[in-house]
T-cell receptor, first 117, second 110 residues
Framework: GAVVSQHPSRVICKSGTSVKIECRSL??????MFWYRQFPKKSLMLMAT?????????EQGVEKDKFLINHASLTLSTLTVTSAHPEDSSFYIC?????????????FGPGTRLTVL | RKEVEQDPGPFNVPEGATVAFNCTYS??????FFWYRQDCRKEPKLLMS???SGNEDGRFTAQLNRASQYISLLIRDSKLSDSATYLC???????????FGSGTRLLVRP
């Protein structure tokens, strides 16, 4: 399958700082990228969907001003957690897909574990 | 009510056992169904899609019952390496969005 990378794999930061997470599709052009969050023993929850060159669509309850998403190219999307707080500590996973066929598989990145002290 | 519900387990079985997981979904507009596998602290990986006629991939068999809105996964001859969390996932009609269940944890013991 296609390869999606995330960087960093883990980050520890102080409360109030901002953290940027990168998601890259390495061997295909990602028309759409998704950002998920997973708390311990919970399901992956979709935070937002982004299409290259346009604004992200956020799920209900996700603050767009706190979780800034940029999808500037077909191979890179970034998620910035602004003014992070301990309750933002979670496993953040991106996924990417190509084309317009709804059946096209989403490929997941390895995830970024964020710990906010 | 969650859109996709699974028994969290854990299911603790010996090597060689057969184990079955069920999942129910509430949105009748769901069109595509999948089982993903997630190892501890890793990303989910697609195990298999689930088709209306049922499908098999080696030791794994998936079935879909649209009338009752449930999906099942059967694992035969369990291996130690099958220990993981199995996520039931649905996709709604005309949407890219995947809706994940919270997963069923499987532990296969020697």
């Amino acid at each position: 399958g296609a390869v999606v990378s995330q960087h960093p794999s883990r980050v520890i930061c102080k409360s109030g700082t901002s953290v940027k997470i990168e998601c890259r599709s390495l061997d295909f052009q990602a028309t759409t990228m998704f950002w998920y969050r997973q708390f311990p023993k919970k399901s992956l929850m979709l935070m937002a969907t982004s299409n290259e060159g346009s604004k992200a669509t956020y799920e209900q309850g996700v603050e767009k001003d706190k979780f800034l998403i940029n999808h500037a190219s077909l191979t890179l999307s970034t998620l910035t957690v602004t003014s992070a707080h301990p309750e933002d500590s979670s496993f953040y996973i991106c996924s990417a897909r190509s084309g317009t066929n709804f059946d096209n598989e989403q490929f997941f990145g390895p995830g970024t574990r964020l710990t906010v002290l | 009510r969650k859109e996709v519900e699974q028994d969290p387990g854990p299911f603790n079985v010996p090597e060689g056992a057969t184990v079955a997981f069920n999942c129910t979904y509430s949105n009748s507009a769901s069109q595509s169904f999948f089982w993903y596998r997630q190892d501890c602290r890793k990303e989910p990986k697609l195990l298999m899609s689930v088709y209306s006629s049922g499908n098999e991939d080696g030791r794994f068999t998936a079935q879909l019952n649209r009338a009752s809105q449930y999906i099942s996964l059967l694992i035969r001859d369990s291996k130690l390496s099958d220990s993981a969390t199995y996520l039931c996932v649905v996709r709604r009609d005309s949407s890219y969005k995947l809706i994940f269940g919270s997963g069923t944890r499987l532990l296969v013991r020697p």
